[in-house]
């Protein structure tokens, strides 16, 4: 299958920081990149959905403001926490796909805030 | 709005049994995920699904796909104690651009 790079795989920060996960498409070109947090022990909550040159759509509940979503090529999208708190600790992952083909998925990103 | 649901949540079975995770979905689907994800790490692909009537196999997995019925099955054929991990379906509709999964199955294979 095609694959999907997140970088970091993991990153500690310190509250209030802000911090960017990086999700490109390696070897294939993704019109639609969508990102999720997923909880110990817990499903995959997609987050919102990004199209190459639009705006984010953001899933009800989720803070525009506080998870920036940058779609700006069609092969690299970044997920920006801003102004990061301990509650926004998670394991992030990136999936991404060309048009209506099958979505590949990052191998996720785990973020500590301390 | 649409709603993925798996069951069980939690399965806890014996070396050699088979077991069957089903994956129910509210609204038609254009494609059927079902992913292994094992503790700390990201999502492993079993299968994806596309038609009614499709089933694949691979090893002691099999999935299936009824659309009419709004049902996946992932059943497992003489399970060994590798086989523990969570399975995740995941429902693909491409008209609203999402791809929303399920609670997740916590399979627990006792030697």
């Known amino acids: 299958g095609a694959v999907v790079s997140q970088h970091p795989s993991w990153v500690i920060c310190k509250s209030g920081t802000s911090v960017k996960i990086e999700c490109r498409s390696l070897?294939?070109?993704?019109?639609?990149m969508f990102w999720y947090r997923q909880f110990p022990k817990q499903s995959l909550m997609l987050m919102a959905t990004?199209?190459?040159?639009?705006?984010?759509?953001?899933e009800q509940g989720v803070e525009k403001d506080k998870f920036l979503i940058n779609h700006a090529s069609l092969t690299l999208s970044t997920l920006t926490v801003t102004s990061a708190h301990p509650e926004d600790s998670s394991f992030y992952i990136c999936?991404?796909?060309?048009?209506?083909?099958?979505?590949?998925f990052g191998q996720g990103t785990r973020l500590t805030v301390v | 709005e649409l709603k993925v649901e798996q069951n069980p949540l939690f399965l806890s079975m014996q070396e050699g049994k088979n077991y069957t995770i089903y994956c129910n979905y509210s609204?038609?689907?254009?494609?059927l995920y079902w992913y292994r994800q094992d503790p700390g790490k990201s999502l492993e692909s079993l299968f994806v699904l596309l038609s009614n009537g499709a089933v694949k196999q691979e090893g002691r997995l099999m999935a299936s796909l009824d659309t009419k019925a709004r049902l996946s099955t992932l059943h497992i054929t003489a399970a060994v104690h590798d086989l523990s991990a969570t399975y995740f379906c995941?429902?693909?509709?491409?008209?609203?651009?999402?791809?929303?999964f399920g609670k997740g199955t916590r399979l627990h294979i006792l030697p």
């Open positions: 609204t038609t689907s254009d494609r």
């Open positions: 999936s991404a796909r060309w048009g209506a083909d099958e979505a590949f």
């Open positions: 990004s199209n190459e040159g639009s705006k984010a759509t953001y």
């Open positions: 070897d294939f070109q993704a019109t639609t």
């Open positions: 995941a429902v693909d509709m491409n008209r609203d651009d999402k791809i929303i």
